[in-house]
């Protein structure tokens, strides 16, 4: 598979709907928007190894699948398929994702704070090594039949549209903006519900809030072209910074999974003990900075509720 030109990483475009569009039309427009976007940073990915188009092609796929479960009804059953082998994808990507925020956010300003000990370099290049291995799988992945199916059946069911066939299929036809505000505000309603006392939520519980903001961010994303600018953009903007400290408070909790993962393939103690105090390290440091980061949150979350759903009116 070759895609020409450009071989930057590209982010998404805005998806741009006709104001009279129905859901039929936004469905395809948005699973299409979302191919453009995947297939957009493959060059960047096979010719570049580069990070960030890593990144960029796990969000398409990300928004690919939080589509399907967004539009749902007589959508989602007819694009079953390819959904799995949408989630075979975003696994190959997100090991290498991982690592790399790992690396880069995650271990690197721990690393800092505490000089250069030894064993946070052993650390550090265990990590380095798994996301070698991690790159070489997705490399392959990419250059694989099955990925170029994924990207022909996907593309080909937006021509075909599966979805308007079957007992269900009499809701392709509803207007976008209705279909759109009644998928939107059922999501909006289970954000908040679930962010009540938001500053009591214990870690797993910041994570699928996490989750459930992510998507109702794609969902905003996906029928922004709708509603009026400025007050989609406003809501946007404090519904990304609540995200932001989200993934902040995240960060312990992703040093220790990957590293319990590090440790349980060492065999050597001596090896294994230094790359425990290295973890203990990295994930002290940011246990210690959730106390400001829960604080953070707290002021975020209330402007994030005083904000305007841009489909309410």
Request: aromatic share 8%; hydrophobic share 50%; glycine share 6%.
């Amino acid at each position: 598979m070759v895609f020409p030109g450009v071989e930057l990483p590209v982010a998404a475009e805005r998806v741009h709907l006709p104001p009279r569009a129905n859901a039929d039309e936004a469905f395809g427009s948005v699973v299409s928007h979302c191919l453009r976007h995947m297939t957009g940073n493959w060059a960047a990915l096979v010719e570049r190894r580069d990070s960030e188009g890593v990144h960029q092609m796990r969000v398409a796929l990300r928004r690919l699948r939080s589509a399907l479960s967004l539009f749902a009804g007589p959508f989602r059953p007819a694009m079953a398929a390819q959904e799995e082998e949408m989630r075979w994808a975003a696994g190959v990507l997100g090991r290498v994702r991982d690592l790399d925020v790992f690396l880069e956010e995650v271990f690197e300003p721990a690393a800092v704070a505490h000089g250069g000990d030894p064993r946070l370099h052993a650390l550090a290049e265990l990590a380095r090594e798994r996301r070698e291995h991690a790159w070489d799988d997705l490399l392959s992945a990419l250059g694989s039949e099955r990925f170029r199916a994924l990207v022909f059946e996907t593309s080909a069911a937006t021509l075909v549209r599966p979805w308007t066939q079957g007992a269900e299929a009499g809701e392709a036809l509803l207007p976008a903006k209705a279909f759109a505000r009644e998928r939107l505000a059922r999501r909006y309603a289970r954000v908040r519900k679930m962010g009540r006392g938001v500053a009591k939520l214990n870690e797993h519980e910041r994570h699928d809030l996490r989750i459930k903001l992510k998507k109702l961010r794609y969902a905003v994303d996906f029928f922004a072209s709708l509603w009026p600018k400025r007050r989609t953009e406003a809501f946007r903007e404090r519904l990304g910074a609540l995200q932001d400290v989200l993934g902040e408070m995240n960060d312990a909790a992703v040093a220790r999974a990957l590293v319990a993962d590090i440790l349980a393939t060492r065999t050597n103690a001596v090896e294994a003990q230094a790359i425990a105090y290295a973890a203990g390290v990295v994930v002290g440091w940011h246990v210690g900075h959730l106390r400001d980061r829960a604080e953070k949150l707290e002021k975020r979350w209330s402007a994030f509720v005083a904000a305007e759903p841009p489909w309410v009116k």
